[in-house]
């Protein structure tokens, strides 16, 4: 063993969490700023990959431990499997990346009967020492040994039902003792040996066990979902640490905090503590435990050493840290510490607070907050006003309001979840083995535990809904009902959760759009002075516009004025403009569709002012805005039953020659007003088979119509510049921009810029003003791509059409890929990602790079963005900056990540890399 695989807490660099995991590392710093952190030791992610490559402990490796262990041995002057003072250590997993949860520990290592009776000694509390016995056998049993839990359990609880206790506590040092006994059966039992008494057997069991946690499927599903790759966190390693005991009586407790509040950032104490109890019974959520305040009053002198931790920590760590302490017989050691995971509101505020504070420089407060983060701040929540009463409540969790089915248990969550139904997963308290049904539902209630339980924790870092603790539910997995008092709830029923104030009700809850805060616009102000990539919407009514300015657009990247023909006062004009049979018959449908594209743009163009807005001209296929071949036929025939019972009806009023009139709106349909619908819908039919392509998202649409239909971009045009007319009249200022979609070469584009020419001069002359504004193209083939340089001596602005460049580039339908074969391809390891939802950067990323190139070369000052839906996402906004894109444009929602990601972009840009390689 050539490499230092083995590092105590005053000797491993605190800094290198690659190496000694999160938590080794933080364990290492704490103790060397002089924190009093429990004597331990570290075995390194090294160690652990060497382990699962070669599948046994590396050669010496033991013997460094026997080493690190006298060293503690020394310290605390207890001795480990002595008889006298035992040394009991605990054994944690931890990796470079925290997930909570995912891997396993163990506790009271170093326990047998020897030691056993040495600490009922020492301590004279055999309550105490079997308590710890017994946990330990279990815990060891289960995640060393791979014993079930439930063959522990049910000897637990039947000691418990036999000797009529209620809660743990409640067991004596007789009971508990029995309880050991029972369990170190379990052992022999399951796995055919002796529970291991050799201390040092069980220390080497126990570091394989949490190796091999690593890749356990736990831990495997937390990784791929939350894409932690083996450069972030490699293997996991292993922390040796000296038992306390926080459940040694009424003068010992334990604890979690939060150096500040983390659901809403405020800088306060937080945390909630039990006393006479283990660290694993807070997080569990076994008691419900209490309030960190109520610590002031029941430990006056403890709580100011709290407070006292947590100054140093934050003050040291310069962030939010969440940690772990046990009060040993009146003294605080702090077992742990990491950066607090929270929600958006409590990232942001404390990004600014931090900054005021002076702790934390401008880039820092906008590096720590993960853009995707901010997507939780535009979620909706519970109405304030609903006058509906709440059926119960628990403890606001998680913030968010989530609405959905009830039910009882992970795999059914996963089930519904996968056919689309909303789901709220309601348990007594989740476990890490609940994972999968926290990915798959909208929010989590539990009846158990607090607000740092596994199920608040997870709930907070997913930015998803959580109630936890709400006591007055009792659940009934097995007949998968809850009762509150005398209400039902079975699973399938929809139930509310507001994880902002712990209420929960029945039924479905309406809810309202949230609002920016203070905080989130100064800080994305912040990211607006540092970006240097603009972030645009992609927006095509008046109404997202205002929406996607007050979320800060700096302009409209992308208008599909296709979007504003679908609306049902147009579409039949639209229909009549596809069915003309001759130019002139389509200009008189031109003629009407004009006044309402001009009043949209005006509209758009008022909301957006004084920003730009890229108007795209027509591009879907035209058959998209004609019904289906097959529902025309449908119709055509149910016409023509319709006639003949029209004339049916004659033939009956004639013969019984009644003077009856029929009652409207059947007066007016006689024969020749369904013919004339008769004939319309075959024309439609004729139309539709006439238009019929192939594959018609590679045929006849974008300026290929522009040059088939030249009225129709005429008319669009002209409404586009009208409408600038309109508002530089009214003194509004405006910036258009005319894209033209599916170029493949200069000369479409010249034939476009000549109508756009003569409508100019037309409407300028008209109106005595100057018109201002730009003309430009969407980048969306290959060949526009390599033709670049050409098109810039026409387009003085390019947009990237990364959903069709894409298509393009991969020969990959748009439309059927993502459910076809592409998720394989993903699992396959072919591709990294989805291209249509990350940008490409090895392929598709190239042609950009050519594109910017050669059409700088042509003209210095083109403005170049993207409007495909990559654009949103922080990883291609990266990319986007680095070939020095001017602007990104998405969907509104995604536009203050977006701005935070341009800010990130700029702030990480000499760390950025391609990552070339050969697929
Ligand atoms: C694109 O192709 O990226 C684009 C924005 O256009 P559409 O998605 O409308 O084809
Ligand atoms: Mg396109």
């Not at 006292?308 to 934050?314: A, F, G």
């Not at 033939?651 to 008769?678: G, K, M, Y």
């Amino acid at each position: 063993m050539t490499e230092q695989y083995v590092y105590s807490f005053q000797n491993g660099d605190g800094k290198n969490k690659q190496l000694l995991g999160g938590k080794g590392a933080n364990l290492c710093e704490m103790t060397q700023i002089g924190l009093n952190v429990p004597p331990g030791f570290v075995i390194t992610t090294s160690a652990c990959l060497d382990y699962l490559d070669n599948h046994q402990l590396a050669d010496g490796l033991l013997d460094k431990v026997k080493v690190q262990i006298k060293e503690v041995e020394q310290t605390t002057g207890k001795t480990f499997g002595g008889g006298e003072n035992p040394l009991l250590i605990s054994v944690r997993s931890g990796s470079a990346i925290s997930m909570p949860g995912m891997m396993d520990t163990i506790l009271n290592l170093g326990l047998n009967r020897k030691t056993l009776a040495g600490l009922i000694e020492q301590t004279n509390d055999p309550r105490f020492a079997y308590d710890a016995y017994r946990r330990f056998i279990q815990l060891f049993g289960k995640v060393a040994l791979d014993i079930d839990d439930e063959k522990f359990d049910v000897h637990f609880e039947a000691i418990k039902k036999q000797s009529g206790v209620k809660a743990d506590v409640g067991l004596d040092a007789g009971h508990l003792k029995e309880i050991s006994d029972l369990f170190l059966q379990v052992v022999h039992e399951e796995t055919g040996n002796p529970f291991p008494e050799d201390v040092f057997e069980q220390l080497e069991i126990s570091i394989k066990a949490v190796f091999n946690s690593w890749t356990g499927k736990r831990a495997v599903d937390y990784r791929r979902e939350f894409h932690i790759t083996p450069d972030m966190a490699n293997g996991t390693a292993v922390n040796v640490v000296t038992m306390v005991f926080g459940n040694m009586g009424n003068d010992c407790a334990t604890g979690v905090g939060f150096t500040r509040n983390p659901g809403t950032g405020i800088n306060e104490m937080y945390g909630e503590y039990l006393v006479n109890a283990q660290g694993e019974d807070v997080v569990a959520g076994i008691r419900t435990p209490k309030p960190v305040h109520e610590l002031k009053k029941e430990m006056p002198d403890l709580y100011k050493q709290l407070v006292d931790l947590r100054n140093k920590l934050e003050a040291h760590y310069k962030e939010v840290q969440d940690y772990e302490y046990t009060i040993e017989k009146g003294t605080l050691y702090c077992l742990q510490t990491r950066n607090g995971k929270m929600n958006a509101t409590a990232m942001v505020k404390t990004s600014v607070d931090m900054l005021n504070e002076g702790l934390i420089s401008k880039e820092q407060a906008l590096l720590r907050i993960d853009p995707e983060l901010l997507e939780q701040l535009l979620h909706p929540h519970l109405d304030p006003n609903n006058n509906i009463p709440s059926l119960a409540k628990g403890l606001p969790a998680s913030p968010g309001a989530a609405c959905g089915k009830c039910v009882f248990d992970a795999d059914s969550a996963e089930r519904l979840g996968r056919t689309g139904e909303d789901v709220i997963l309601l348990r007594e308290e989740t476990k890490p083995e609940d994972i999968h049904g926290f990915f798959a539902s909208q929010g989590i209630l539990t009846s158990r535990g607090g607000k740092t339980s596994h199920a608040a924790v997870v709930a907070r870092g997913m930015g998803k809904a959580c109630v936890a603790g709400a006591e007055d539910i009792k659940v009934d997995v097995k007949s998968r009902r809850a009762l509150v008092s005398e209400v039902l709830i079975s699973e399938g029923d929809i139930i509310t959760i507001d994880g902002s104030t712990g209420e929960i009700y029945l039924g479905r809850i309406p809810t309202i759009q949230p609002s920016f805060s203070e905080e989130l616009k100064t800080m994305l102000a912040w990211a607006d002075e540092i970006a240097e990539i603009r972030v645009h919407a992609n927006v095509d009514t008046p109404e997202r516009a205002r929406t996607a300015a007050s979320y800060g657009a700096k302009g409209i990247g992308l208008c599909r004025t296709e979007r504003m023909f679908n609306a049902t006062d147009r579409l039949p004009i639209v229909i009549d403009m596809i069915i003309a049979d001759s130019t002139e018959e389509r200009q008189i449908a031109l003629d009407k569709l004009l006044p309402f594209q001009r009043d949209d743009f005006q509209q758009l163009f008022e909301a957006m002012s004084p920003h730009p807005v890229t108007v795209r001209l027509l591009d879907p296929p035209m058959h998209e805005f004609l019904p289906s071949e097959q529902q025309l036929l449908d119709e055509i025939q149910a016409l023509k039953q319709y006639e003949t019972i029209l004339l049916g009806q004659k033939v009956t009023l004639n013969t019984l020659s009644s003077n009856t009139p029929l009652p409207p709106p059947f007066d007016q349909l006689d024969e020749e007003v369904v013919n004339i619908a008769i004939t319309k819908k075959e024309l439609m039919l004729k139309k539709v088979r006439d238009l019929f392509e192939v594959n018609p998202m590679l045929g006849h649409r974008g300026v290929r119509l522009g040059m088939s239909y030249p009225e129709i971009y005429k008319m669009q045009i002209r409404s586009i510049l009208e409408s600038a007319a309109i508002c530089i009249k009214r003194q509004i200022p405006v910036l258009p921009e005319i894209m033209v979609p599916q170029v493949i070469t200069a000369k479409e584009l010249v034939q476009v810029k000549q109508y756009v020419d003569e409508i100019k001069h037309e409407i300028e002359q008209a109106n005595r003003i100057e018109l201002k504004f730009k003309f430009g193209t969407m980048i969306e083939t290959v060949r526009a791509s390599t033709r670049a340089g050409a098109l810039a001596e026409t387009a003085e602005f390019f947009s990237f059409g990364t959903n069709d460049l894409t298509q393009a580039t991969f020969s990959f339908s748009r439309e059927d890929a993502e459910n076809k074969f592409l998720p394989l391809y993903n699992e396959m390891g072919l591709l990294e990602d989805n291209p249509f939802e990350v940008l490409d950067v090895k392929g598709v990323g190239q042609l950009m790079k050519i594109t910017v190139d050669l059409g700088r070369k042509t003209r210095p000052e083109m403005k170049i963005g993207i409007c495909g839906e990559q654009g949103g996402l922080p990883l291609s906004i990266r990319f986007c900056h680095h070939i020095k894109l001017d602007y990104v444009s998405c969907s509104a929602p995604r536009i203050p990540i977006a701005r935070l990601a341009a800010a990130h972009a700029k702030l990480l840009e000499n760390e950025y890399s391609e990552h070339q390689d050969d697929r």
